[in-house]
């Protein structure tokens, strides 16, 4: 699968003047959020309301697993957190810099921003330099015709003052957190987002996998305007980076040698 970056967009935008050059924006319609500029959320172990900090780690009483998805999840080794193995990690981000999808997305602390065109709006992340192309008043082609990626095909809607983004066509192969809770191909997930005030973005997501989950489930998040402009911290991701990370935060954590006696 080709992954391509935040420069390859604006290139593509270079090349198609009526798109470019409606992304010197105008005021937002009525009804319609304004959602510029950079937002960026604090880190986030799981997707567990009642258990962010991944402590309760497939025991979490808010999360419904299947049987297989729970004895899935405890066979991953996560790179962070409480039962976190850097070095041994099975995280297929760290291993092979496979995208985190929709939801894990925003487990980092990376920032996001949204670029409102008439017809779709562009969610653009600094982490992996990745970006989502959601189809405005649209619809999703037949599931059997979606060639299944890691952000699966997002169509979205302005609703009582919110962007709701709707996505399927997932290929199960992302994480939901940075614990391992497994997605199929059966994922349906459904955002919506919000303006709480002019320095605060609210994210509803309902996690729908009935592949994997007993049931839907939901995630409330809060992000803030970031002062650093977008882009200005990108992340980048490569086996070599993510091998020196490792290396180096084991060095850190290595425990300091008895003096000698």
């Known amino acids: 699968m080709r992954l391509f ?21 105008q005021a937002p319609a009525a009804g319609v959020p304004d959602l510029s500029g950079a937002w960026r959320g604090q880190p986030l172990m799981s997707v567990s309301t009642v258990d962010a900090g991944a ?23 996560p790179p ?3 039962f976190g193995q850097p ?14 999808g929709p939801v894990r997305i925003y487990a980092h602390p990376g920032r996001t921003s949204f670029v409102q ?15 989502r192309i959601v189809r405005l008043n649209s619809k999703h082609p037949p599931l059997e015709d979606l060639d ?17 983004v709707d996505s399927i066509g997932f290929n199960g ?15 349906h997930v459904t955002e919506r987002f919000r303006k709480i005030d002019d320095n605060t973005l609210g994210w509803d997501v309902v996690i ?13 998040r809060r992000f803030q305007r970031s002062t650093i402009p977008f882009m200005q911290s990108p992340w980048n991701c490569s086996v070599r980076d993510n091998l020196y990370f490792t290396q180096t935060l084991l060095e850190t954590a290595a425990p300091a040698a008895a003096p000698a006696r």
């Open 5 to 25: 970056t935040t420069s390859a967009l604006l290139g593509m935008f270079a090349l198609a003047p009526p798109l470019a050059a409606s992304l010197h924006a």
């Open 55 to 77: 402590k309760l780690r497939g025991k979490e009483p808010d999360i419904p697993y299947q049987d297989w998805a729970r004895e899935k999840m405890l066979a991953e080794i």
């Open 80 to 82: 962070t957190g409480p």
């Open 87 to 100: 070095d041994k990690t099975t995280d297929p981000w760290i291993r092979y810099c496979e995208p985190n």
């Open 117 to 131: 065109l008439p017809d779709r709006v562009l969610i653009l992340h600094e982490v992996m330099q990745q970006f």
């Open 148 to 164: 299944p990626t890691p952000w699966g095909d997002s169509i979205g809607w302005y609703e009582d003052g919110a962007l709701v």
């Open 173 to 187: 192969r992302a994480w939901l957190d940075q614990q391992g809770k497994p997605t199929t191909e059966k994922l």
């Open 208 to 220: 729908d996998d009935p592949g994997a989950y007993t049931k839907p489930f939901e995630l409330k």
